[in-house]
């Protein structure tokens, strides 16, 4: 079972990835470098189609074809959690091709946030036992679970879209985050487990494309449906044992994205910058400002991740 999801993800996100290049030139879609961008040459930046199409082949070559390898439909978070990395992935097919307005973008994102809470995919409370007081969490309630679940939907979504700025570098680190989501889940929603082992499989055949030199981009539609899929899984994984989930696994979890998007932040209010256009300040772009290569800081920052997951994974 495992085998199936990951070798045909892996096998037609690899073959597609010609056709989608040859797609993506006709229709202009090209990425041109700048000051900010480390390609110095132009590159179709529609990949994410390939990565979309290596995720949910298995899935549609099962249903058609009644394959009874495994039973999803007792998943109360199936569908739910499809619409929603779908609809992200089509905000960034838009993005791609007509560049929205960052707050056009950013309410699209609350909305497809919304319809994620309103189908049971959110955050309940906060874990206070390190406190040693009498009560162990404190559960936000249904307002305060609803602003917190939207802040960390679109905030992780776009953590990880600001990521993807080096060769191989977001397609790499989420390959790392979905083998540790596969051990954390412990079979408990089987559906994630092996749609996290085709989006891996999805990414190994994209790297082939994407790794330094790059030959093409994933774009926003890559990114969004990426950085949903890691938003979105981890408030299902951490929710697993009391079906409700706790606010500081996932931040945890996700500890370096999550820090290099406050660093960035920070260093544009200081600079009195919008907080929506990409700069680089960015640990990976700094880090070629001080002399690292480019593969050499794509894999200083797979070695944090991993570094980071391990520790994570050893805590709990």
């Not at 990976?284 to 593969?295: A, P």
Request: net charge positive; hydrophobic share 55%.
């Amino acid at each position: 079972m495992y085998i199936y999801f990951f070798a045909l993800s892996f096998i037609s996100s690899f073959i597609s990835l010609p056709f989608v290049k040859s797609i993506g030139h006709d229709l202009n879609i090209i990425d041109i470098p700048n000051k900010r961008k480390q390609h110095k040459i132009k590159l179709t930046r529609f990949g994410g189609i390939s990565i979309f199409f290596g995720l949910f082949l298995p899935l549609i070559i099962k249903y058609i074809l009644d394959i009874d390898i495994i039973d999803f439909q007792n998943e109360k978070f199936l569908l739910p959690f499809i619409v929603s990395i779908s609809a992200f992935f089509c905000l960034g097919i838009v993005e791609d091709i007509y560049v929205l307005k960052p707050l056009v973008k950013l309410i699209f994102q609350i909305l497809i946030a919304m319809y994620s809470f309103f189908n049971g995919i959110r955050i309940h409370n906060i874990d206070i036992s390190f406190l040693g007081l009498t009560s162990n969490t404190i559960d936000f309630g249904v307002i305060l679970s609803f602003i917190i679940t939207l802040i960390w939907i679109v905030g992780i979504t776009n953590a990880f879209n600001w990521l993807d700025g080096l060769d191989g570098l977001l397609s790499g680190i989420t390959i790392i985050y979905c083998l540790a989501l596969i051990f954390l889940n412990k079979d408990v929603n089987l559906f994630l487990s092996f749609i996290s082992l085709s989006l891996i499989g999805s990414c190994i055949g994209f790297l082939r494309y994407n790794f330094y030199p790059a030959k093409m981009l994933m774009g926003d539609s890559g990114s969004f449906l990426l950085g949903s899929f890691l938003g979105l899984s981890s408030l299902i994984v951490f929710g697993n044992n009391v079906d409700k989930t706790s606010l500081n696994l996932p931040i945890l979890f996700y500890l370096y994205p999550i820090a290099d998007m406050v660093s960035v932040l920070i260093s544009r209010l200081s600079k009195g910058n919008s907080l929506l256009l990409p700069d680089r300040s960015h640990l990976h772009y700094r880090l070629n400002d001080l002399g690292f290569s480019h593969k050499k800081t794509v894999l200083f920052v797979y070695a944090i991740t991993i570094l980071s997951v391990s520790l994570f994974i050893f805590m709990i």
